[in-house]
Structure formats: C-alpha cells, structure tokens
C-alpha cells in the first residue's frame, strides 16, 4: 500500500496510459447518452414513475463526460451537445420540483387534499410541458450530435494528450479545491450559494463515477460526495417547498405542516454544520493531501 486514495491512483494512471481510460470513457458516455435516449422515451410515454429524474441524471453523466476532455478539444460540438442536454435539464426543472414536493407531502401530509390537489395539477401541467417539448425533439438528431460529440472529444485527446501530463490530477483537484473553499467560505443559511455547490459536487460526483467504472466498482469518494449531495439537495427542495407553500396557501392553516417542514431543515442544518463539513474534510485529506 502506497498511502494513496483509490481515485488519485486512477487520476495517474490515465496520465501514464491513457488508452485504458479511453476504452472505458467511450463505453460509458455511450451508455450514458442511450439512456438518456431511453429516458426520453419513456417520460414522453409515460412509463416508470423516475423516468423524469433519470432523464436529468443521463443529461448531468453527459455532461460532466463532455467536461472531462473538453480541455482538449475546441470544437462547437462539445458546446452544442452540452447546450442541448441543459435545455432538457431546464425544461424538466419544475416537473421534476414539484414530483418531489408530492413525494415529500405525501408522506407527512395524506389528509390535506386541497394542498396534495394543488401540488398534483401543477406537476401535471408542468410534466405535459415537458412532454410537449419532448414531442418536438427530433432524438435521431440528438443521437447524432452526442456522437459527432464524442468523436471529436476522443480524436483530440488523441492528438493533443502528452503521456504523464498529470492534467487529469491537475484539473480534479482544481476542482475539488474550489467547491471546498466555497463551502468553507459560505453561510449556512445561504441556501443559494448551497445549491450552486451542490451542482458543483455532483458534477465531481459523476466525474469520479466515470473514474470508478474503470474498476468496475463505486469509489469511496462517489459515496462520500453522494452523501454531501443529498443532504444539501433535500434542504433545499425543503426551502424551495416552504415558499411555495406560505405564497399559496393562508400560513394559519398550514401551521402544522410548515412547522414540520422547519423541523425536517433544521435537522439537515444541523447535518450540514457537522456531516457535510467532516465529509468534506475527509475528501480533503484524500484528494488533496500530501499522501494522496
């Protein structure tokens, strides 16, 4: 044993041999990009009730493969492809907030129908304007471009890669270093500035998830930046509902669902103060110390 973390072992390997990360990369963007396919279809026909949040995971994968040899390659197709899959993560938006709004409601909420009937028409309207602009995306046109993406990104790695560069090792830690920072530097009740670094966690999450489908197994640094990347995202699904709510709905006849709501945050606070700061400072030391 070298003292070294698993993902900082990969990060110099495919600095030395970058064709083993090459196979693995194309094996798994492919993957990735018919699932979002897939997906698309399925939220379009209605068939399986994540077909929506699995959709937007399949966009998010893409798009931090896409980041991953972007450095390398100048090209509009990278651009494009990126900017196509962010659009359907924009138009899925607020289908995908309000099915988890419902979820959480119903669980603590069953016999308030008015409010449970509100949440499921809005859920309703909004996953048929989805639906509607799903209707109008031309998937083989999709799938093309996705490839044309992928090509290019591999060809100009090819071309452009210098055998033990640490540019990969380089361009994670960068990375990691800054979210790290940010959440050190950020007010807890700041929910905005929590949510942007929460998208910047699960970008390195799906970035690490690539790494570890070279082993074949989930890295431990997945999990950790998985664990960070719940906690914040159902505080602030939790914020996002408690607005809804009091703008709609007369506070006095809510009381005791938003007071639940309260006890639910301040619990995941209280997660985020001591949880996602060890977490943090575990990925630290592995990422980033001098052993790793």
């Known amino acids: 044993m070298d003292g070294r973390s698993e993902v900082t072992k990969l990060l110099n390997d495919i600095s030395a041999n970058p064709w083993i990360f090459l196979k693995g990369y194309i094996e798994y963007f492919e993957k990735m990009k018919n699932r979002l396919l897939k997906n698309i279809s399925y939220v379009f026909d209605e068939k399986g009730e994540d077909s929506v949040h699995d959709m937007r995971t399949s966009c998010r994968r893409i798009e931090a493969s896409i980041d991953f040899l972007e450095g390398f390659s100048k090209r509009e197709s990278s651009k494009k492809a990126k900017k196509k899959v962010n659009k359907i993560l924009k138009k899925s938006n607020k289908s995908r907030d309000y099915q988890v709004h419902l979820d959480f409601l119903k669980k603590i909420e069953e016999q308030n129908n008015e409010i449970i009937d509100y949440f499921e028409k809005k859920y309703s309207k909004e996953k048929e304007k989805l639906k509607g ?160």
């Not at 990375?175 to 009740?189: A, L, M, P, Y």
């Not at 949880?275 to 943090?280: L, T």
Request: negative net charge.
């Open 133 to 292: 602009y799903l209707s109008s995306l031309k998937t083989s046109e999709l799938d093309h471009l996705l490839e044309s993406c992928l090509s290019f990104l591999v060809f100009d790695f090819v071309q452009n890669f210098q055998i033990n560069d640490p540019y990969f090792d380089n361009l994670y830690k960068k990375e990691f270093k800054e979210v790290h920072e940010d959440f050190k530097n950020t007010d807890r009740s700041d929910d905005k500035k929590l949510h942007k670094i929460r998208i910047k966690i699960k970008d390195l999450r799906y970035k690490t998830e690539i790494l570890g489908a070279l082993k074949g197994e989930t890295l431990l640094e997945e999990d950790m930046f998985k664990q960070i990347q719940d906690i914040l995202g159902t505080h602030h699904d939790l914020i996002i509902l408690k607005k809804k709510l009091v703008k709609k709905f007369q506070e006095d006849n809510i009381k005791a669902l938003l007071k639940e709501i309260d006890k639910e945050i301040n619990q995941l606070q209280g997660k985020i103060d001591v949880g996602v700061s060890e977490i943090f400072e575990k990925l630290y030391d592995n990422i980033c110390s001098e052993k790793a």
